[in-house]
């Protein structure tokens, strides 16, 4: 694959795919800004070469085709701006202008996903991306699974492409973790469904010492067992549960957790064994003997993967188990960690400990297609491109 570092781009007009999706909250704040901080090295690579910078990104899920201020990446401008010290231009009307450069600025595409034809990856609007530069540098891991005109189509069309520098760093970082995980690995999935980790479950069930199961999967694999009252759980991926805790003996399945009758910051919370759920609770996080397993095996652990809280951590009253994992890790150094996906990245950052993770993947759904072995599209078109 070619890398930014190949080319010679002094002076050339580069545009930059960056996954600049970053939470922002009510007020316009950016809440989490990993992703942007990661993609800040290539940015800073083309201006110390003098390169012409475009930057395009996609925000949330806006519909297509349709102008939205909810999802304008006015902010984020604002963001490098600052980080960047160049002047930041939001453009809006880039596929029917020309784009003009002043010296020392910097242009910003409005979100690309306001773009009718950007998700199916539509031939005219691809070649209007590739007609905006000499060189196209694909750095936005986080959607490489995404066969979009933005990431993938233009790369059929620019005049040379490119892989950027955050792009190059997982996709080593990735694969030299798949090649030889050092062991003892213990991973953890944990968040909403089975259904959409069931193959990155079979992946690490196989490859690691351990797998730790929790969130909505754990209780999906309860419900094989117990009555698991009002919890969150798949119903029709029931199947997919019994499948896998019958063919893998090496997944831990909470044997407590809190459980209660709301979702709030005054829900009554109570500790509760599995098999002792009413029928009006739910499972919102793991109790406190579970907590004492994982901690046990987690310590043994050379390294650790992690994709998905095993509570619900957006409330304090069920993040126990998450701080606890959260706390294993930052506790010894002799740890490789690595952490992928959104909630994980957003829960490990509210105790303020990014800096003490290993590895922090950028990707979601990209890091979990990574891990389970897949091609990814926009990757495999750029190892092509040769
Ligand atoms: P995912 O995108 O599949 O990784 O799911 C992440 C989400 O799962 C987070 O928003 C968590 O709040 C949620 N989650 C984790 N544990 C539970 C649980 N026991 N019940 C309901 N939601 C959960």
């Not at 773009?115 to 070649?127: F, M, P, R």
């Not at 309860?222 to 997919?240: R, W």
């Not at 960690?337 to 490990?348: F, P």
């Amino acid at each position: 694959m070619i890398s930014i570092l190949d080319i010679n781009i002094k002076n050339k007009i580069l545009l930059i795919r960056s996954d600049l999706n970053v939470p922002i909250d009510q007020y316009g704040n950016i809440s989490s800004d990993i992703r942007i901080q990661l993609s800040l090295p290539t940015i800073k690579y083309a201006l110390e070469k003098n390169a012409k910078i475009i930057i395009s990104s996609h925000l949330g899920r806006p519909n297509e085709g349709e102008y939205n201020p909810q999802y304008s990446l006015k902010n984020i401008a604002i963001y490098l701006e600052k980080i960047l010290k160049r002047k930041v231009i939001l453009k809006k009307d880039y596929l029917n202008n020309k784009l003009i450069f002043k010296k020392n600025e910097i242009i910003l595409l409005e979100n690309v996903r306001f773009n009718l034809g950007e998700k199916n990856n539509d031939e005219i609007l691809s070649k209007k991306y590739a007609s905006l530069c000499d060189v196209f540098v694909m750095d936005a891991f986080a959607t490489s699974h995404r066969i979009h005109a933005s990431t993938y189509g233009v790369i059929h069309f620019a005049k040379q492409s490119c892989a950027g520098l955050l792009l190059i760093n997982e996709i080593n970082h990735l694969k030299k973790f798949l090649k030889k995980p050092k062991k003892p690995l213990i991973s953890i999935v944990g968040g909403a469904k089975i259904s959409t980790k069931f193959n990155v479950l079979n992946k690490l069930a196989n490859l690691s010492d351990k797998v730790i199961v929790g969130g909505g999967i754990a209780n999906t694999i309860l419900s094989l067992n117990n009555d698991i009252g009002n919890s969150l759980y798949e119903s029709n991926a029931i199947h997919l549960a019994k499948k896998l805790i019958q063919k893998y003996k090496n997944i831990i399945v909470p044997v407590d957790c809190r459980v209660s009758e709301s979702l709030s910051n005054d829900s009554l919370v109570k500790i509760k064994k599995v098999n002792n759920i009413l029928k009006n609770e739910k499972i919102l996080d793991i109790g406190d003997e579970t907590i004492k397993i994982i901690v046990q095996q987690l310590q043994k652990a050379a390294t650790i993967l992690w994709n998905g809280p095993v509570g619900v951590f957006e409330f304090k009253k069920f993040r126990k188990g998450t701080e606890a994992i959260i706390n294993t890790i930052i506790s010894n150094n002799n740890i490789f960690s690595i952490i992928g996906g959104g909630d994980t990245l957003a829960a490990v950052n509210l105790f303020h400990a990014l800096n003490k993770i290993s590895y922090i993947s950028t990707g979601g759904g990209a890091f979990l297609k990574f891990i389970e072995g897949n091609t990814l599209p926009v990757i495999s078109i750029l190892e092509n491109n040769t």
